[in-house]
C-alpha cells in the first residue's frame, strides 16, 4: 500500500496490534448523543474490520498527525463485483465505508485526503466505479463527495425499522411460508434478479454466509410450486412459480453486534444514521431512560433481497415481514428488524405500517472511475433505481 503524506498528515493502512487502542479513541470522538442522554460508540470499537472483512479484496486506512503520531481519522474500503443488467457483464465497483474524522480535526481536509487515498487504492484494484452512501441531511458529508469528490446523487434509499414488540403478529390461514434450501435461493435470486443492475455476483457467499439465516418464499394455499420440495440440485422450480409470490433472505445481525445504552457497541452502519436521525429511531425502540434500566444489550435482524411478483405479491411480502417479526420475537435481545430499500422500490409500499415503524432516509453517490472502451452505458446517468439488492454485509 502506497503512502501518502500531505499537510503533516499520513495517510496509511490499519495495523491492528499497532493502531487498535487509538482507532477506538476515535470512534469514542465521533461518539454519538441524544437529548435524552443516551451515548452510543460504533460496533468498530470491537471489531474496526466488521463492515469489510467478509469481502475477499478490502483495506482500512488511518489518518495519522505527523510528529505526534496521533490519529485522527479513519476510511475503510472494500471491492465487489456486481452485474451491469445485461448480458453476462461484470463491473467492480469500490465501496467506501465508515470515513471518520475526530471533531477536533475537522475542516482542514483530512476527510479528503482520505477518501483520495481509498479511491486510488479502489482504482489499482480495478474499479470502474466507486460507491457510497451518506444521510440525506449530512451538509457536510453530501459537499465532501459531490462538491469536491465529484460523486453523483444516484438514488435515495430508505431504512425501515420495527421494534419488536411482546405481541406477536398472526399469520394469515391462506398464505403459506415455505424455507428455501440454499441452492434453491441463489437460484431463485439469479433467476429473477440477476439481470438487474448492481446485483452481487457472489450472491452463493452471501447465501451460504454462516450470518444468513435463511431465505423464504410466501405463495397462497390454492397454488402449487412446482418441484418446491425436491431434493434434486439440478430440478428447476423457477419455472413454474405460483401466480403471486414473495421472497426475502434474513441475516443474522445479532450475531454480529449488539447495541447497548452508554458506551457500548452499536452496529456497523446503522450508526451513521442514527448520529443525524437518533430521535426518530430511539422512540420507535423504546429504550428506557438510562436511570430506569442500566446497560442492555439488544441487537436485529436485518432482512434483505426483498422481491415479489405478480397481482398479490403485496399481501405476501406483508406475510413474509410478520413471519420475520415473529422470528425475531423468539430471538434473545433482539429488538428489532431493519430493512433497506430504494425510495421508489414498490416492496416498500407493501411494508406494515405501525406505531412501532421508524423510517430514515439515506443517499446512495457514485462515481465513474474508468471510461469503458466498448460504449458501456454509464451508470452515473441513471435516473431512478426502483430496485437495489442491498449487500447485507455492508450494513
Not at 146 to 175: F, G, M
Request: proline share 4%; aromatic share 8%; glycine share 8%.
Amino acid at each position: 500500500m502506497d503512502v501518502y503524506i500531505e499537510n503533516k498528515v499520513l495517510i496509511r493502512e490499519f495495523n491492528e496490534e499497532r493502531d487498535l487502542v487509538e482507532v477506538e479513541r476515535v470512534e469514542r470522538n465521533c461518539e454519538i448523543e441524544c437529548r435524552k442522554g443516551f451515548s452510543f460508540l460504533t460496533n468498530i470499537m470491537c471489531d474496526p474490520l466488521c463492515r469489510i472483512r467478509l469481502y475477499p479484496t478490502r483495506i482500512m486506512l488511518v489518518a495519522e498527525l505527523i510528529g505526534s503520531g496521533e490519529l485522527v481519522g479513519v476510511v475503510r474500503g472494500c471491492m465487489k463485483c456486481v452485474g451491469t443488467g445485461s448480458g453476462e457483464t461484470r463491473v467492480k465497483i469500490g465501496c467506501i465505508l465508515g470515513l471518520r474524522v475526530s471533531s477536533m480535526h475537522r475542516h482542514k481536509g483530512i476527510g479528503l485526503k482520505l477518501v483520495k487515498s481509498i479511491e486510488g487504492w479502489a482504482i489499482r484494484n480495478g474499479a470502474q466505479y466507486i460507491c457510497l452512501a451518506t444521510e440525506e441531511n449530512n451538509v457536510a458529508s453530501t459537499n465532501l463527495f459531490i462538491l469536491k469528490c465529484n460523486y453523483v446523487k444516484l438514488s435515495s434509499l430508505v431504512i425501515l425499522v420495527q421494534s419488536i414488540e411482546s405481541r406477536a403478529k398472526t399469520p394469515h390461514r391462506d398464505v403459506k411460508i415455505e424455507k428455501l434450501s440454499v441452492d434453491q435461493a441463489i437460484s431463485l435470486y439469479k433467476d429473477r434478479l440477476g439481470g438487474k443492475v448492481f446485483f452481487p455476483i457472489d450472491i452463493d457467499t452471501i447465501l451460504r454466509e454462516k450470518l444468513n439465516l435463511g431465505t423464504w418464499v410466501s405463495f397462497f394455499k390454492g397454488e402449487e410450486w412446482a418441484n418446491l420440495h425436491c431434493t434434486d440440485k439440478n430440478e428447476d422450480f423457477n419455472i413454474e412459480t405460483p401466480s403471486s409470490w414473495a421472497i426475502l433472505s434474513i441475516w443474522k445481525t445479532y450475531e454480529a453486534y449488539k447495541l447497548q445504552i452508554r458506551g457500548t457497541p452499536f452496529i456497523g452502519r446503522f450508526d451513521a444514521k442514527v448520529r443525524h436521525t437518533g430521535a426518530q429511531i430511539f422512540p420507535c425502540l423504546r429504550i428506557p431512560s438510562v436511570c430506569d434500566q442500566p446497560s442492555r444489550p439488544f441487537g436485529f435482524l436485518f432482512l434483505y433481497g426483498l422481491h415479489g411478483e405478480g397481482e398479490r405479491m403485496g399481501v405476501l411480502m406483508k406475510h413474509l415481514w410478520r413471519f420475520a417479526y415473529n422470528l425475531a420475537g423468539k430471538v434473545k435481545d433482539c429488538r428489532a428488524i431493519i430493512t433497506e430499500l430504494g425510495a421508489c422500490d414498490p416492496i416498500r409500499g407493501h411494508i406494515p405500517q405501525g406505531p412501532s415503524m421508524s423510517c430514515i432516509n439515506d443517499l446512495w453517490c457514485l462515481k465513474r472511475v474508468h471510461d469503458s472502451s466498448n460504449g458501456d452505458d454509464d451508470w452515473t446517468k441513471i435516473q431512478t433505481l426502483t430496485h437495489l439488492f442491498v449487500d447485507p454485509r455492508e450494513f
